[in-house]
């Protein structure tokens, strides 16, 4: 990513282990949705975060894993089941975050977030804090 180029930037549970590592900071809007990768367990994540100067974001969705910002969510459940997983063996995978919700989360939050900074629309307070849409989401100061 080019921070003179862009003007907001999402990273859905990314591992930041940027070769060559961010070392200069960034002035531009960023959202981190993150589920493995947090901050907390991740000193690449923290040496990020630490570089955003514009507005930061990072949200969590109670049960998520990293395979579940994307279509593993959705498909490993359905395809697990076929040859007979158990239950406990697809949620190791994908997590236990119903994938109907991770998928309206996964969908609602980039949305908000680009239509805000690169549009300027501002589509309510879905980034302002926790939301009653959404109670599964968790805000990391």
């Given at each position: ?15 930041m282990?940027?070769n ?37 974001l ?84």
């Amino acid at each position: 990513m080019d921070p003179v180029r862009a003007r907001a930037g999402l990273a859905m549970d990314g591992p930041m282990e940027a070769n060559p590592a961010v070392t200069t900071d960034i002035h531009r809007p960023f959202m981190l949705m993150t589920a493995s990768y947090t901050r907390a367990a991740s000193p690449y994540v923290e040496t990020f975060w630490r570089r955003l100067r514009g507005r930061r974001l990072d949200v969590q969705a109670t049960g998520a894993v990293h395979a579940s910002y994307g279509d593993n969510m959705t498909l490993v459940p359905q395809a697990g089941r076929l040859p007979g997983l158990p239950e406990k063996q697809i949620r190791s995978m994908v997590g236990t975050l119903d994938p109907d919700r991770g998928v309206l989360i996964q969908q609602a939050y980039p949305r908000a977030f680009f239509d805000r900074h690169l549009s300027g629309r501002h589509c309510g307070d879905l980034l302002d804090g926790l939301s009653r849409a959404f109670p599964e989401v968790v805000y990391h100061p």
